[in-house]
Every structure is written in C-alpha cells, then in structure tokens.
C-alpha cells in the first residue's frame, strides 16, 4: 500500500520504517522536499522508502499519518494540500502538547473540542481516525515491549476507514487489544490522557507505559 | 476514627457506609442539619453513623471525604469552614464535571488547573489528598468487583496525608495497587481522565470500569 508520513521526528520514523518493513511503499513529507533528516531516514529504511514536501507524502498516500508536533499539525495539513487528502483516511497520531508553559505540557485544545476534530472540521472529505497518540513512539510499532494485555484506543466518524486501521494496527503493529471509542469527538478524551501519561512517564522513569481497561 | 463525609450523593452513602463498617465514627454533612437524604443514611448505616451540616461533619472528622459535585465542592466546603478543616485531610473524590452543556459533560476547570488545586489554594492549611475519583462509588470501596490488578491514582502535597490515606484505600477499602503520581498538580491529570472514562462507560455500558496500569 502507499503511505504517506507527515512529520520528520521519533514518531515518524519510527512508523515509515515498521511500515517499509511491513512491504509498503512509504513516503516521508517535511516542510521543503530534500530536508535532511527525511533523507537520511529513506536512505537507512532503504527500499520502499522516499522523501519529499508535505504535499508530496500527501499525494503518494492512500493512507497518511499525521506524525507532527500538534501545535503545527493544521499548518503541516494545509501544505499537505486539501486536494491530497481528500477522500484519503488521515490517521491521527499527534497531540495538541504546549511547551511554551514550562514543564510538563499543558494542552493547547481540550475539554470541548480536540485537535482530532479541528483536522476533521478543516478537511471534511478526509476521513480522520485518532489512534496511537497514547503510547510512546516504540511501542505504537511493537506493543510486546509491555508484556501481556494493554489497550490501544481508536475513534472516527467513518466505520470503513476504522476498519482498515484497526486492521493495520492488529495485523500490522501486533495490537492485541484495540478499542473503539466511538466517534472523533472521542478525541478529546485520548488527547486528555496525555497528562496522565506524562505522570506515569515522570513517575515510572520509562515511556514504554500504557492502561489495560479492565471492567467487572 | 472520626471521619466526617461532605455530600449525601451515592459517592458520600458508599464511602460512609463502608467507613461505618470498618469501625469508624461517621457523620455525613449537607448544606442543612437534618436532611432527608442523610437521615436515612444514618439509619440505615447504624451505630457510628450521624449526620449535621457541613460545618457539623467538618468539625467531627479527622479525615474529611469531599463528596459533593464537583461545581458545588468550593461552596459546600466553604459552608464546613476554615477552621473546621484546619488542619485535617481532605480526601477529595470530586471531579469538576459540567453538565450544562449536554452529554458527555466537560470540565469546569481543567490543563493548567484542577478543582484539587483550587481547593488546596482556598484552603491552604488542609492537606489535599486526591483520590478515588478515577472509579465509581461502588468500586472505590470494593476494588474486588473487577477481578484481577488494576489501579488507583493517589496526588497531594502532604507526604505524611497520602501515607495515611494509602493505608486507608489499601487495609481499609481492599486496594492492592496505589500508584502515587505527585504532588496536587497531578490532580489535573486525574480529572482529566474521566472523559477517557466516561467514554469507557458508554462503550462497555457498566461503570465497573478501570485501567491497570502496565509497563516494559
């Protein structure tokens, strides 16, 4: 399949070279086509993998991950180019962390709307799926780094695009356990979590931490 | 012990109930001496149980329980009365939940701020200690209706507050896994969680929910 990746950082890398791996044919976007990291990054995940502007990693996909910092996700979309993302499923794995507060990060969208729901308002014929943004960077391509059973969470307004992500994220990822949310509004309560997950992070001295839902 | 109870809701009944069954002297407050809802609590509960105002329930307990809605605590708490508090711990198992804007509710105060934190910083020689609020009423007493791990949050600025409240929630009400994340700015971090749950709540339609906390 082809893939687009928005955004140069850990979380991108990370997910193009477990989706090269995986076979598919992957294209990494930046701000300016040629940018140093997305080169060095194609070069080490070597066949299947390609580098260019935000728009071209737009083009290529017929699934894109949105892997920037939150507070540029909407930027980073808009030079994707609405036309590039159109009709595509736009998988969401930013948060909306504001470090311009000081240690740790609040949130620059909460409570009453969410950065997942603002992509989907600003790109209505993308079909928006939030997913991954609670776990760090490792573990969204390799949930064994946490033996047993913990929960990855996923929501959207559009069923089939789900699908085809919890898809990619069981058979693909290794997720065991994936949970439906509901739709996008759900965002709000994933990108809310962050602050606890940064306590654990804090408290626990390792980023490989994430929930099991356990019910009675 | 004497514990005194603010709230005659569900929260306030479990929790006194179960105080009164572990042997200790409750009495539940309300914003009148002598309301209905009390009174039968403390004939039903038996021996141990009484009930008065809030500044009555404040002045008995040597651990205070804040059990009121969230948007209601500040007030309520203000009717028990500084000096009623001073001094003591407060166990607040409040969240900041908004229903004025339909379903699901959102937070009054939440990111850079939470109602713990108000509390404290209305009430600055009490010791906050925030717990409980992560669970439904029946669970915070009785851990055992989910089977297996999972995990309560524990914050507060009082190290010597959150051992005896740890011991409480552990020898008293059964809880195996008391992870503390901090001082009372983690507050934010648990309030923030009951999107996440009330999401959970809906998607698994019990209220006997909960994460366990896991990690590599």
């Known amino acids: 399949m082809r893939i687009g990746i928005l955004g140069t950082g850990v979380v991108g890398k990370t997910l193009g070279t477990k989706l090269v791996r995986l076979g598919h044919d992957v294209r990494m976007g930046s701000r300016k086509a040629g940018s140093d990291k997305a080169k060095a990054w194609a070069k080490e995940a070597g ?3 390609s580098e260019g502007a935000f728009a071209d990693a737009a083009a290529h996909g017929e699934i894109i991950f949105n892997c920037t910092a939150g507070m540029a996700s909407l930027d980073a979309l808009r030079a994707a180019g609405t ?4 009709g595509k499923i736009l998988i969401d794995v930013s948060n909306p962390l504001d470090f311009s507060k000081g240690m740790p990060p609040s949130l620059s969208v909460s409570n009453t709307d969410s950065l997942g729901e603002q ?3 600003s790109f209505p014929e993308t079909k928006v799926v939030k997913t991954l943004n609670t776990v760090t960077a490792a573990l969204m391509v390799d949930p064994s780094l946490i033996p047993g059973m913990h929960t990855m969470f996923i929501s959207g307004n ?3 695009a ?6 990619l994220l069981k058979e693909g990822f290794g997720w065991k356990e ?3 949310l509901g739709d996008l509004s759900a965002a709000r309560a994933q990108e809310m979590y962050l602050p606890l997950w940064l306590r654990l992070y ?3 001295q390792t980023a490989n931490v994430n929930v099991h839902v356990v019910r009675g």
Chains 1, 2 share one sequence.
């Open 158 to 160: 559009d069923a089939q």
């Open 162 to 167: 789900k699908d085809t992500t919890v898809k």
């Open 47 to 49: 066949s299947g993998a």
């Open 83 to 86: 036309r590039n993302l159109q």
């Open 202 to 204: 804090m408290k626990l």
């Open 119 to 121: 992509i989907q308002k």
């Open 178 to 180: 994936v949970l439906d």
